[in-house]
């Protein structure tokens, strides 16, 4: 099973401030990497898939990179619907999805 | 406007069973793979089986083979979960959610399943 891991596990942020959220693997998952971001009572929404690719609709404030085993989601302006919990998924060993712990990004 | 809806979630004594749908509406469903997604309380996100198009091709997480049994009716535009043998570490919010290029792009509410005696 490929383990993702997320950092930090809480993230504090202050509006208009830059967010930098983490996911290693545990192998190399190529750019079958997806992120999601949830909200308290709420299904995950997909915002980016292949690693950097933006979900429809995901606001462009919302950016991934990465390939491998190390990928970064960044949020270049925090806005207050942006709080929330982001978990990183990979799809490389499909059909066996996994996904990280999650990283809460919670206001400052 | 693309939907999933489950429905079917409730409590049940552990050794019971409960089966869950999930209607799909908005796209041509007989198109997709779909898969159960669960989420235990306070807890991340566990995948637990996919069906492909046509139903003819299906996985399991191995914490749920054997006890579960996902279907589709494509004609309903609905996908289905027998749960059997439940435990109580099958407490979760059940997600079903549509598979495009390998994840999972459109989920639904989810139901809940709380497995206790």
């Known amino acids: 099973e490929i383990v993702m891991t997320q950092s930090p596990a809480t993230l504090s942020v202050s509006p208009g401030e830059r967010a930098t959220l983490s996911c290693r693997a545990s192998q190399s998952v190529s750019s079958n990497l997806a992120w999601y971001q949830q909200k308290p009572g709420q299904a995950p929404r997909l915002l980016i898939y292949g690693a950097s690719t933006r979900a429809t609709g995901i606001p462009a404030r919302f950016s991934g990179s990465g390939s491998g085993t190390e990928f970064t989601l960044t949020i270049s302006s925090l806005q207050s619907e942006d709080f929330a919990v982001y978990y990183c998924?990979?799809?490389?060993?499909?059909?066996?999805?996994?996904f990280g712990g999650g990283t809460k990004v919670e206001i400052k | 406007q693309v939907q999933l809806v489950e429905s079917g979630g409730g409590l049940v004594k552990p050794g019971g069973s409960l089966r869950l749908s999930c209607a799909a509406s908005g796209f041509t469903f007989s198109d997709y793979y779909m898969s159960w997604i669960r989420q235990a309380p306070g807890k991340g996100l566990e995948w637990v089986s996919y069906i492909s198009s046509s139903g003819s091709t299906i996985y399991y997480a191995d914490s749920v083979k054997g006890r579960f049994t996902i279907s589709r009716d494509n004609a309903k535009n609905s996908l289905y979960l027998q749960m059997n043998s439940l435990r109580a570490e099958d407490t979760a919010v059940y997600y079903c959610?549509?598979?495009?290029?390998?994840?999972?792009?459109?989920w639904g509410q989810g139901t809940m399943v709380t497995v206790s005696s």
């Open positions: 998924q990979q799809y490389n060993n499909w059909p066996r999805l996994t």
């Open positions: 959610a549509r598979v495009i290029t390998g994840t999972t792009d459109i």
